[in-house]
């Protein structure tokens, strides 16, 4: 997969840092704001995704799809996008809450940048099964959470 210039980064998680409380929980938790810069040209559309391997489940756990972002640096804005199914039969955003004693959980927050616009609403499997082949670039950020 191609990294190269382009970033993502967060003014609420800081890279391989606790996530505070305010983003994580099962119900009611506020998405975090995320940045992106570096945007590769040719990219007509960013997508977003956060997923947790380490969640024991035999996929991990996706907390968050977003379709349908514009190509461009910037935050990403909290009503910005398609929000797409997470791992707790919703859509949008749904916080960490990893079982009491598990140990520490990594989050990955993953942003691409596509050379095509994703149709519908896809969960994570169905994004990388599907629009592998349309990854410019993508870039990571990690927060951890336990309980």
Request: include cysteine; aromatic fraction near 10%; charge should be negative.
């Amino acid at each position: 997969m191609p990294v190269q210039d382009l970033r993502l980064t967060s003014p609420d998680i800081a890279h391989g840092e606790r996530i505070g409380d305010v983003y994580v929980g099962q119900h009611g938790a506020s998405a975090p704001e995320m940045v992106v810069d570096g945007v590769p040209d040719g990219a007509v559309e960013l997508a977003l995704i956060c997923h947790d391997p380490d969640a024991p489940m035999p996929h991990g756990f996706t907390h968050w799809t977003l379709y349908g972002l514009d190509a461009t640096d910037g935050p990403i804005p909290a009503d910005a996008g398609r929000p797409g199914p997470n791992d707790d039969d919703g859509m949008g955003y749904v916080g960490p809450f990893p079982p009491p004693g598990h140990g520490t959980h990594h989050y990955f927050f993953w942003v691409y940048a596509l050379s095509r616009p994703v149709e519908g609403q896809p969960t994570r499997g169905e994004f990388l099964d599907q629009y592998a082949d349309a990854v410019i670039e993508q870039a990571r950020l990690v927060g951890t959470f336990s309980r």
